[in-house]
């Protein structure tokens, strides 16, 4: 029998896995203190972090543990790509649970970004039904049904209950359900081993890069957090073509191609002809191949998100959106509902202009 050895390389998916458990022990602590109201979440979040001891250091593990996640899912789900496991009739399965499983983590990031109800969660609430409002057919009904459905209360409960179960249930059935037999304690301790310098670095992060929370007392600059990486650049890079693009162009590179590229993905293994397997028998039969093409393809995407999201300051809404600011500026508006007192919220070029340019574009 082949000894199995310790490869960094092989264990993106089990790192994954640990960091889900690691966003679910402080996702729990957090919400021993979280309050989804309009009034009061944002206000609950600033005691987490300032007053509840050890609170700020838990929040930014769970903020640098989901950037880690979405990352560690990537890798995971390329180098699964290269290993061709969708020719595999036995794991036909598993990839299908598994790009769900992405599409899970991604709603994590999105309603967890807007719990916190300070301005950069507002405006990316704001963002959602726009994004579904672009595309044709059904994009106003999605987008006002977006709008009328929408309470801190129900994203709460979507974020810290609906996707929990689903992810229990999707992961029981990728891996969990075959590893009990092999032992899912062993399996943790020899990820947790070889997925150990993440964790520090996750730790590390988190005091040094924190996300700003200080306000009225210490108010960060209006351009802060250009170039720091966080879960926010994988839902924003999604909306740069409504600052860029005109017209059909819009909903092509925002919404079409990403959704046809999932969906292809997702069901690659049950539309592939049997003709395909015996076809790829023999490439990329090289190691040093295929990793160095899980590094190309990895390079690339992460290349395109950083390019359309390095420049977002993302810790810097609250330089102009503080309490002494006022009601208006200081806290999310309570009509943010209505686009007909808002107009502003539906143009899609200004929201994301004042996203990326705040000084320029009020």
């Known amino acids: ?11 993106f998916g089990g790192m994954a896995f640990l960091l889900l458990i690691v966003q679910l022990l402080t996702g729990i602590f957090m919400t021993m203190y979280y309050q989804p109201q309009l009034e009061n979440a944002y206000k609950s979040v600033q005691h987490i972090n300032n007053v509840v001891y050890g609170g700020g250091l838990i929040r930014n593990i769970h903020r640098w543990s989901a950037l880690l996640l979405v990352l560690g899912t990537i890798i995971h789900i390329i180098r699964s790509f290269v290993r061709k496991d969708f020719f595999h009739e036995k794991k036909r ?50 987008k006002q ?52 310098p993440f964790f520090i670095a996750i730790i590390v992060l988190a005091k040094l890069l924190p996300i700003p929370s200080e306000d009225p007392d210490i108010i960060p600059l209006p351009l802060e957090g250009k170039f720091i990486p966080g879960p926010e650049w994988f839902f924003v890079v999604l909306l740069t073509p409504f600052m860029y693009l005109k017209g059909v162009l819009v909903p092509l590179f925002s919404v079409y191609i ?40 990895t390079v690339v995407i992460f290349g395109l998100i950083f390019l359309g999201s390095y420049q977002s300051p993302i810790y810097g809404c609250n330089a102009c959106h503080n309490a002494y600011r006022g009601v208006r500026m200081g806290f999310p508006p309570p009509t943010f509902k209505d686009r007909k007192i808002n107009p502003i919220l539906s143009d899609n070029e200004w929201m994301m202009r004042h996203w990326y340019y705040p000084d320029v574009t009020w």
């Open 93 to 142: 399965f598993l990839w299908l649970t598994g790009f769900l499983l992405f599409f899970i983590v991604i709603s994590f990031v999105v309603t967890g970004l807007i719990l916190p109800w300070e301005w950069r969660g507002y405006w990316v609430m704001e963002m959602v039904p726009n994004f579904l409002g672009v595309t044709h057919f059904i994009g106003n009904a999605a």
């Open 258 to 297: 990403p959704f046809t590229i999932f969906t292809l993905l997702t069901f690659l293994p049950y539309y592939l002809k049997k003709k395909a397997v015996s076809a790829s028998k023999g490439l990329l039969a090289s190691k040093g191949l295929k990793a160095g093409l899980v590094v190309a393809i």
């Open 145 to 196: 049904f977006l709008i009328d459905a929408y309470t801190i209360p129900r994203n709460y409960n979507i974020h810290i209950l609906i996707l929990p179960l689903i992810s229990i249930i999707l992961i029981d059935l990728h891996f969990l359900m075959s590893l009990r037999k092999r032992g899912i304690g062993r399996y943790l301790a020899k990820h947790a081993l070889i997925a150990m």
């Open 1 to 11: 029998m082949k000894k199995e050895s310790l490869n960094f390389k092989h264990y």
